[in-house]
């Protein structure tokens, strides 16, 4: 059997009133992204003739967030009457059309590849007119309930104008359908907003399928957890911590050690090698990859790093787009902003920032150092509290420390600048201009020793005082 060509619709238009937010709800993050960016990858998935979102509520928000991404077109619902209107805002856009309309929902994105292929798979298959993705759940309480008749579907109700013994029904109505394109848009216009909610319901689209004899099929999930609909900011929470667990488990099973799962916060999209050990508080976000055998401990937070193999990161460090390389140390308290590379047995102590900075091979910044734009090589030492001064105002400029230098404590290199191999940097300097291979800069004040001075200042001081009581003893005028 060919498959029939797929348009993919998601929903994304209502205002998400239970979020209270200024932002729309499908912009909200659960880890991996803001939930409209995981449905769309899923809908990704199937490879889709074409995908539509239907925007409304803070319609512009959403289409600059989506901005330059290729293949997705907008039907855009104003004012907002239900579910059921809002697909029907796709029909100048999808009406003619032919194939299988896959229907999301912009507020459940822990829904899987997997479960949308099985989706289209039945519905195909059976060559449905519709066909409803349930889930069967413990507290079905705010879904839209299965009423079946003689095991099959005959229609949704919803929580609000559900019965008593209807809202009784553990198979809840997941928001996630396929339809035939050939009827769709003709029953969409028969829907009425006669309900709780004076909305246009598109779960009424079943009852008026089964009215005009049409098939309608439905496929359970295996786990109802992948089709749960956030509406609060309570559910975002729930949501999220679902899918940290998940993270975590499966890298708990690859070899990694977390040494408290439910205080390691980890994105979908990072990987980590084998007897890497995560201790509590760390947060590990975006696209990063850290290597096997590293020690990560508490407290610290990596967005989007490549970490090599043994690096050991100690607590209360931050890092950005940076990239780490084996048998590296940073921190405690280091903040690594983009574009910096620690390269190979290379150390950062405490306090320590780097920015489009390249610490070479073995070389070392332990202590309180600002290290901007600078290039440095192997086996560099850069003393406490050394400064590279990149920035007059209007520009940026570039710092050069070639392999073997030692720059003392409390330098500032006043960039641009140059100090060559091997050279040294006296401490306290400020080093405006470059300092040959093997050479001395030195660019400070010159020391001068004042012998006897301390007791001279007290003799000085006591004499003063008498003076000052004799003073106090004469009579007032
Ligand atoms: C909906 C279903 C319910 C199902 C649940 C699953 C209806 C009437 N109810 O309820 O049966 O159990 O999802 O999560 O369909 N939207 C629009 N335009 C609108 C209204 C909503 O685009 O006018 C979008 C929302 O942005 C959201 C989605 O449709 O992405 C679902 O809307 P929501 O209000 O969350 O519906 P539920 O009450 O959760
Ligand atoms: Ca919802």
Redesign the pocket.
């Given at each position: 059997m060919s498959s029939p060509s797929i348009h993919v619709v998601?929903?994304?238009?209502?205002?998400?009133t239970r979020m209270k937010s200024h932002l729309?709800?499908?912009l909200h993050a659960v880890p991996g992204g803001p939930m409209l960016d995981c449905v769309i990858r899923t809908a990704e998935s199937l490879s889709p003739e074409s995908l539509t979102i239907?925007?409304?509520?803070a319609a512009d928000a959403i289409q600059s967030h989506l901005n330059g991404h290729n293949g997705v077109q907008f039907a855009l619902?104003q004012?907002?009457?239900?579910?059921?209107?809002?697909l029907l805002q796709t029909a100048p856009l999808l009406a003619g059309k032919t194939g299988t309309l896959i229907l999301l929902?912009?507020?459940?994105p822990l829904l899987t590849g997997t479960t949308l292929n099985s989706l289209v798979a039945a519905h195909c298959g059976a060559r449905a007119a519709a066909t409803v993705v349930t889930a069967t759940v413990d507290r079905p309480f705010?879904?839209?309930r299965i009423v079946r008749v003689e095991g099959e579907v005959a229609r949704?109700v919803?929580?609000r104008d559900a019965s008593p013994a209807e809202r009784q029904i553990k198979e809840?109505?997941?928001?996630i359908y396929a339809f035939d394109m050939t009827h769709l848009f003709d029953a969409l216009g028969g829907i009425a907003s006669q309900n709780a909610q004076g909305?246009?319901?598109?779960?009424?689209l079943i009852a008026i399928y089964r009215r005009r004899k049409l098939m309608v099929k439905s496929v359970l999930v295996d786990d109802p957890q992948e089709?749960?609909?956030i509406?609060s900011r309570t559910e975002l929470a729930e949501v999220s911590r679902l899918v940290r667990q998940k993270k975590n488990e499966e890298l708990m099973a690859s070899g990694v050690t977390l040494v408290d799962p439910a205080a390691t916060y980890i994105d979908p999209g990072v990987e980590i090698g084998a007897d890497t050990v995560i201790h509590p508080g760390v947060i590990i976000e975006g696209r990063t990859h850290v290597g096997a055998a590293c020690e990560i401990h508490a407290h610290v937070t990596i967005t989007d790093c490549e970490i090599g193999d043994n690096v050991t990161i100690k607590s209360f460090s931050l890092m950005t787009s940076s990239r780490i390389e084996t048998g590296a140390s940073v921190g405690p308290f280091a903040h690594l902003r983009p574009e910096t590379v620690v390269c190979e047995g290379a150390k950062i102590g405490n306090f320590v920032e780097l920015k489009k900075t390249t610490l070479g091979p073995h070389s070392k910044a332990n202590h309180l150092s600002y290290l901007g734009n600078a290039t440095i090589g192997t086996k560099v030492n850069v003393g406490a509290g050394t400064i590279t001064c990149n920035y007059d105002g209007e520009h940026k400029y570039d710092t050069v420390i070639e392999d073997g230098a030692f720059i003392g404590s409390d330098s500032q290199l006043i960039a641009p600048v140059r100090v060559g191999k091997g050279a040294y940097v006296a401490a306290g300097s400020s080093i405006t201009q470059d300092v040959p291979p093997g050479a001395l800069g030195i660019a400070r004040g010159r020391q001068s020793v004042v012998d006897g001075w301390v007791e001279r200042r007290k003799q000085a001081s006591s004499d003063k005082d008498a003076t000052s009581r004799k003073d106090a003893g004469k009579p007032a005028h």
């Open positions: 998601i929903l994304a238009a209502g205002q998400g729309p709800k499908v239907v925007v409304g509520h619902q004012p907002q009457l239900g579910t059921g209107h809002a929902s912009g507020d459940v705010g879904y839209g949704i919803e929580e809840i109505n997941s928001g909305e246009y319901y598109l779960t009424d089709v749960r609909g509406n």
